[in-house]
């Protein structure tokens, strides 16, 4: 069994820290939005999706050098704080078989947080960050799945991925893989388990810990080698 995970918010809990920049970035430019607010509308998309989603919505593009300065404060922020999901590491003891992350982050910033947390070496080489491989589409498209799929020569319906957000189990779902959502990270919210559920999820968690367990049961419930 192939375990495919997405990183922020699954692994390194950076969304309410991605949120929080986001928030007081876009206030200077005169766009006003609550952290609360960044999360539920937009966790899983890339900051360059987000940018074309409020320059539509203002009727106007914004600040030039807005991207570079909100990656700048962003890669200074979690460079010095994030941290790991509690039981990060736990699981990935407990883990048999393959494992890969999948994220619509650059792999410079998934080196900046998976190296902080001591994550990146046990995952090396399997990193794949979508808009760097395959298509190079992020999620929701399945590009990130398809493409590591492709790489361990693995059927989707063997492996499972672990998702927090609509947008992220939409591409696993459509590529075919089966589906934990999770809402154990701190940016969680009352509500998002139901969301998960609704865009595919065929679980929802809080812990890391419930993962071995729940796989087992997808194996026992259709059939997946493990």
Same mark, same amino acid.
């Given at each position: 069994?192939?375990?495919?995970? $997405?990183?922020?918010?699954?692994? #390194? $809990? ?6 929080? #920049? ?7 430019? +005169?766009? @006003?939005? /609550? ?10 998309? %890339?900051?360059?999706?987000? #940018?074309?989603?409020?320059? &539509?919505?203002? +009727? ?26 509690? +039981?990060?590491? $736990? ?13 619509? &982050? ?6 900046? %947080? ?5 994550? *990146? =070496? ?12 395959? /298509? !190079? !589409?992020? !999620? ?17 319906? @063997?492996?499972?991925?672990?998702? =927090? &957000?609509?947008?992220?189990? %939409?591409?696993?779902?459509?590529? +075919? ?5 999770? %809402?154990?990270?701190?940016?969680? *919210? ?6 998960? /559920? ?11 810990? $419930? ?9 026992? *419930? ?5």
């Amino acid at each position: 069994m192939l375990f495919m995970f $997405d990183c922020d918010g699954v692994l #390194v $809990d950076s969304e309410s820290i991605a949120a929080l #920049v986001d928030a007081e970035h876009l206030a200077e430019v +005169g766009f @006003e939005i /609550t952290p609360e607010q960044v999360i539920r509308r937009f966790a899983g998309l %890339t900051s360059v999706d987000i #940018v074309e989603i409020i320059e &539509s919505e203002i +009727g106007h593009p914004l600040a030039p050098g807005f991207l570079k300065e909100q990656k700048q404060e962003l890669d200074r922020r979690l460079a010095a704080e994030v941290k790991e999901v509690p +039981g990060a590491h $736990d699981l990935l003891d407990r883990l048999e078989g393959p494992l890969c992350v999948c994220s619509n &982050s650059s792999s410079e910033r998934l080196k900046i %947080t998976m190296e902080r947390t001591r994550l *990146w =070496d046990r995952f090396k080489p399997y990193i794949f960050s979508a808009g760097e491989v395959g /298509t !190079k !589409k992020p !999620k929701p498209d399945p590009n990130v799945y398809r493409y590591a799929l492709e790489q361990f020569r693995c059927d989707p319906r @063997e492996a499972v991925v672990i998702e =927090d &957000s609509v947008f992220g189990v %939409t591409a696993a779902r459509e590529a +075919g893989a089966r589906v934990i959502g999770f %809402t154990g990270a701190s940016h969680a *919210w009352p509500g998002l388990a139901d969301l998960l /559920t609704e865009a595919g999820a065929e679980t929802v968690v809080k812990r890391l810990s $419930d993962i071995p367990k729940v796989a087992e049961a997808f194996a026992a *419930w259709d059939g997946v080698v493990t």
